[in-house]
């Protein structure tokens, strides 16, 4: 995989806005992922786009990618509290057999 | 379906004693990786395996720290005679077969290790 670099390191919302976190790589992708972190904890899978698609949707997720332009950005829409984490990309697949590089991450803060 | 189990959750240890970390894939899942994450650091890629293999061990350190993932039983981590700087969160993932291809991994909730 391919460390994702994201952007920007730090973003604080209240509740009930629009959380937009970026990401740029460097290299060819077959897919590329969003995982989040709260606290200290193990990261959870949040939604992965293959190469070929421009945009997917889970639930409040958003999310886009432009293989041009190598870069792809989540949106979270009418953000909660319980959103408060760390959220990272990593672009995957290809010759790197299955391990994924992070980046510092954004780390966002949605307050009640 | 059981997510992936991490055990034990915390670990403490004097320096010059060994760790053994273990890690229970999701079921149907092949692989295994192993992330270690420093205090105020983002996670780092230690080991990649796949049953009685070591696909990819890069991020291991050359000394102290070695991993299987037997035909029977969990994925173990085991580091000997620790250091303070030893001291992090590890954490296991698991994936479907065909991880060369990117698959997505479900992340276990880790194993805090403090070395005293």
């Known amino acids: 995989s391919q460390q994702g670099e994201e952007d920007p390191q730090a973003l604080s919302i209240q509740e009930g806005e629009n959380a937009t976190m970026n990401c740029s790589y460097k290299?060819?992708?077959?897919?590329l992922q969003w995982y989040r972190q709260n606290s200290g904890r193990g990261l959870v899978h949040l939604i992965l786009?293959?190469?070929?698609?421009r945009e997917k949707h889970s639930g409040r997720l958003r999310v886009t990618l432009d293989t041009s332009k190598k870069s792809s950005s989540l949106l979270i829409t009418a953000s909660r509290a319980a959103d408060t984490a760390s959220y990272f990309c990593v672009g995957a697949g290809g010759t790197s057999y299955g391990k994924l590089t992070f980046g510092q991450g954004t780390i966002l803060t949605v307050h009640p | 379906n059981a997510g992936v189990m991490q055990n034990p959750r915390h670990l403490v240890r004097r320096r010059g004693q060994e760790a053994r970390l273990r890690c229970s894939p999701m079921k149907g899942h092949s692989h295994v990786y192993w992330y270690r994450q420093l205090p105020e650091e983002g996670l780092k890629f230690m080991v990649y395996?796949?049953?009685?293999?070591?696909?990819?061990e890069s991020g291991m350190p050359k000394e102290r720290f070695s991993a299987e993932f037997p035909k029977e039983g969990p994925s173990i981590l085991r580091i000997q005679q620790v250091v303070r700087g030893d001291s992090a969160a590890y954490f296991c993932a698991s994936s479907p077969p065909g991880g060369g291809e990117g698959h997505e991994q479900y992340f276990g909730p880790g194993t805090r290790l403090t070395v005293t």
């Open positions: 290299t060819s992708i077959n897919n």
């Open positions: 786009i293959r190469s070929n698609e």
């Open positions: 395996l796949q049953k009685e293999n070591i696909i990819d």
